[in-house]
T-cell receptor
Framework: AQSVTQLGSHVSVSEGALVLLRCNYS??????LFWYVQYPNQGLQLLLK??????LVKGINGFEAEFKKSETSFHLTKPSAHMSDAAEYFC???????????FGAGTTVTVRA | DTEVTQTPKHLVMGMTNKKSLKCEQH?????MYWYKQKAKKPPELMFV???????INESVPSRFSPECPNSSLLNLHLHALQPEDSALYLC??????????????FGQGTRLTVV
């Protein structure tokens, strides 16, 4: 079964600093990979998705992620954190032949002024 | 329109009550999902409907009963729930057609409290 592992349950950054959230996947075939963000008491919003068209994927709100097959990773970055980036972030994976979208444990991001 | 609409936003129900959660999308998506999310945890898949047929049931207790009346609507019928069923229930949909990418779009969720 497809799965993802998010390293670090909590990340704290200063406003304006780099945000780096780590995600590793387990798959023997190229998976579909996603990053979602969840603000308190809200649903999940898609930040970006890996489509295999490009290894560097740009998403909304200034986030981007790089797919590295050799490292089975899909880390999420943002060059300069904003207070509004404080939220829960989930990496998710889906195989090409079923409907199951499986989530990592999540990473809570706090931004210090 | 890229919205998945869930009603109600909040629901409080007793353990003997029967209630339903509703989900609607008008994006033409053919797969629809129910997820359960406890506090500080990732969403857990409950059910998947594909082309209005139940394709995945993740061993969910029978007190949860899904229904897909048509391609735009998804219901979750609740009966005789337990306090531990209190959670955020999320509905999602995805295109799931050949040639289209398979990202899932989520609703805002229904916050369910069982008393």
């Amino acid at each position: 079964a497809q799965s993802v592992t998010q390293l670090g349950s909590h990340v704290s950054v200063s406003e304006g600093a780099l945000v780096l959230l780590r995600c590793n996947y387990s798959s023997s075939v190229p998976p579909y990979l996603f990053w979602y963000v969840q603000y308190p008491n809200q649903g999940l919003q898609l930040l970006l998705k890996y489509t295999s068209a490009a290894t560097l994927v740009k998403g909304i709100n200034g986030f981007e992620a790089e797919f590295k097959k050799s490292e089975t990773s899909f880390h999420l970055t943002k060059p300069s954190a904003h207070m509004s980036d404080a939220a829960e972030y989930f990496c998710a994976v889906r195989s090409s032949n079923d409907y199951k979208l499986s989530f990592g444990a999540g990473t809570t991001v706090t931004v210090r002024a | 329109d890229t919205e998945v609409t869930q009603t109600p936003k909040h629901l409080v129900m007793g353990m003997t009550n029967k209630k339903s959660l509703k989900c609607e999308q008008h994006m033409g998506h053919r797969a629809m999902y129910w997820y359960k999310q406890k506090a500080k945890k990732p969403p857990e898949l409950m059910f998947v409907y594909s082309y209005e047929k139940l394709s995945i049931n993740e061993s969910v207790p029978s007190r949860f009963s899904p229904e897909c009346p048509n391609s735009s609507l998804l219901n979750l019928h609740l009966h005789a729930l337990q306090p531990e069923d209190s959670a955020l229930y999320l509905c999602a949909s995805s295109p799931d057609e050949a040639g289209r990418f398979r990202e899932a779009f989520f609703g805002q969720g229904t916050r369910l409290t069982v008393v």
